[in-house]
């Protein structure tokens, strides 16, 4: 009976699939249209940037500032991680401090020698 019931299935999933397959389209033209009004609205702004060099600069100028504090976060962020495992690894006793960092060491040196062999 199960059989029956797979079987009986079917072509509703078949009838299911074929309606989103027939949806499809509007979403392509829904996203090409999407397309045509970026590319305008983009066009828009670089005609107005390069109509006003002071504004262009200013945009450059808070992008670059915008991309440093970004790096700032992402290193404080790093240096959060750093000192709270190394808080972890004080906080257990010194033979599994041992274990672990041995095993920390390893894994480093796989992965750096990983990266090294895929940029050659």
Do not use: N, W
């Amino acid at each position: 009976m199960a059989e029956e019931g797979a079987s009986a299935g079917e072509p509703i999933d078949l009838l299911v699939k074929s309606t989103r397959d027939l949806l499809r389209p509007e979403e392509l033209v829904r996203e090409a249209t999407r397309d045509i009004v970026k590319d305008e609205i983009r066009r828009h702004l670089e005609k107005t940037l390069k109509e006003d060099p002071q504004l262009e600069s200013d945009l450059r100028e808070a992008v670059r500032d915008l991309l440093a504090a970004r790096a700032s976060e992402y290193a404080a962020l790093v240096r959060v991680g750093t000192a709270t495992a190394r808080l972890g690894l004080h906080a257990l006793p010194p033979e599994v401090r041992r274990a672990l960092t041995k095993d920390l060491v390893d894994l480093v040196s796989k992965e750096l020698g990983q990266i090294v062999e895929r940029s050659l």
